[in-house]
């Protein structure tokens, strides 16, 4: 293994190469997905999280309850752990968005304006109102005071209204002020149905002690309530489910049953306008089943086992057609007007569209494999064998770029702008991440490719570079060879060779490359020595041995060399790591039951991993500054500027700032879209993906 410096930390090693040093290397740009051996890459979204807004957030577990708009265009959904999220649309196009709401019983979604709006009320009746802009950023939170009890919300014509437990029925703006009040003495509020056109009200009405059951048009205009007339429904619910039909003419129940231990429910159906030809079906609906209208004369029916779409015939003499609905086996399913079902799926949302068509929402789950930080610390780079995710660390940018399955090697940042790829079929790409025009998804986009004809793989390798001298190194069957990248990023310098390189650094402040040499020695090269061109025999002059380090595991900045050994004393089996300066001086620095070690580029701290699956950062002294839990051993890796750390381990990563240890960026699912088959999870339990 090689130290980090500026860079991507790297140890290479391909036994396999046999060609002289003087071989060239061809260079071309590609574009085209047969260029060989490594293929374009390909942009899955290039910019797609707008200036300003963040990149989406995920579920951490599994969803256990989903809500939607009326016109199915976007969606609340809470998990297990009681995060909730608010979808803007259900295309896959817009990334889900964390909300600042958690534990809530009862939620509603709408559009106003521009805008979304959210509506939530908790297990303590209290009503939290959320708007979000048309890509679920700039959150707005208000709570309603507590002396105002809520019971149930819904969103009407773009504007809160809730049931009070006190029976009210109120009007709530977006800043959780109360616009108008309406009661009704001796009633109880059962429902309120948001249609396109308004909504319907359900109520219980006492009148010379006879209990009667009513619906009235609701609608908001003007900051007030507008209630219509009472119609008289044929019976009481069984339950307390309702549906509306979009005109708002067409009222759907589960009716009661007097019927002992029978839990199905018959299906009622009232035309608001001619209640008297209301229709008692004989569907019947079960104690979790669910109602939709999804057109205007049709209605969903979902159940745990079952689902049917019910179409009414509204003619002299009203009649039913029922269909089955072919989805999946769930009690979670939501249907929304047209005819699209939203289902919980893992941690995505399954989307069925009115003909058949299903697609998977939410964020494809990408365990990376290793991460690199820009120099800067500002941009970081995740990659898996077929994606690099670029992202700034503040989430304003994101970028994701594929190429197909098991062709990426290792990747890492030259700078800000510009990404590093080794390909496993034996070829380095520069990709630019901004400048070039805005392909569509899926595009492929110019790359510059280095095809190193002596390497038949880089599969398993990794490389290293140095953002300031903008050198990169890879190993070629225990040599090192060296390209400078030019300044636009798009072109590799004529290769220059380190022989007998096993571990190597590529020096910022004086552009000189270390290289460690059968464990034992080390030896400093000038550039100009490079360039010149220096044989195995000039190698050997200029080495410092260390002949009292059983090996050298890392070089760090200083020069110096590093191994992380066991000790017996002062407590049987501690860890420490053996420096060795320049001049061959020895010294050592205690780190408890550290298992892995990564110095500092300045090489004046160590991030260590333990026994104890904790990732910590110690000074030379060995005292302990922060410690973070981590699933298992981890990849380690520093920004050039030694301000940020990168962790990845189980599946999910971290950039962390250095001085605190506070994580300021988490990468645990990319790729969020549209798929055709379930993301899979790959975070399980993994602490790094759990806030």
Known sequence: ??????????????????????????????????????????????????????????????????????????????????????????????????????????????????????????????????????????????????????????????????????????????GGTILDRVTARETRLLGVVPTTAGAVVVARVVSGGTPAYQARRLHVRAGKLELGPGVPLPGPPGREVFAASPDARVLAYPGATLVPGVAQQPLVLVDLERPHLAITTTLTLGASGQLAFTGPRELGLVELSSANLVRLDLGPSPTVQTLPLGLPRSNGWRLGVGGTAVGPADTSLLVIAPDGRTRYVGHRFAAPSQASLAPSGEVVAWHTTEAVVVERVDRRWRRVIRWPAGTVAQAGLIDDDHLLVALAGGALQLVALRGQASPGPDSSIDAAQLVLDEVSSLAGASFEFEGSTRLVAVGLGGAAALWRVSADGRTFGPRMLVPEAQVFLLHADTGHALAAVAGKSVRRYTLDELRAGVTAEQAKDGRVELTAMPRIDRIDRRGRALHLTWRATPTPGHRVVIFADAAGVMSETALGNAATLEPSPRGDRLLTFDSSSTTELRDLAGVSRWRLPTPSTPGLRWSGDGRHVVITAGGGGLVVDAETGQIELRGCGWMFGAHATPPPRRFGNNPICAE
């Open 1 to 174: 293994m090689a130290s980090s410096l500026r860079g991507l930390l790297a140890v290479l090693v391909l036994t396999s190469c046999k060609t002289p040093a003087s071989a060239p290397a061809r260079v071309a740009l590609v574009s085209a997905p047969d260029a060989a051996p490594g293929t374009a890459p390909a942009d899955v979204d290039a910019d797609a999280v707008a200036p300003g807004a963040q990149a989406g957030d995920l579920h951490q577990t599994q969803i256990i309850t989903v809500d939607i708009a009326a016109d199915a265009s976007a969606a609340v959904s809470v998990d297990q752990g009681g995060r909730a999220l608010i979808w803007p649309t259900l295309d896959g196009t817009v990334p889900s968005r964390k909300l600042p709401v958690r534990g809530w019983r009862q939620a509603a979604i709408g559009r106003s304006g521009d805008r979304l709006l959210a509506a939530f009320v908790n297990a303590a009746d209290s009503l939290e109102v959320v708007g979000t802009d048309r890509l679920g950023g700039d959150q707005t939170r208000a709570v309603l005071p507590p002396t105002s009890g809520v019971a149930k919300v819904a969103i009407v014509d773009g504007q809160v209204v809730a049931i009070g437990t006190d029976q009210a029925l109120l009007l709530v703006d977006a």
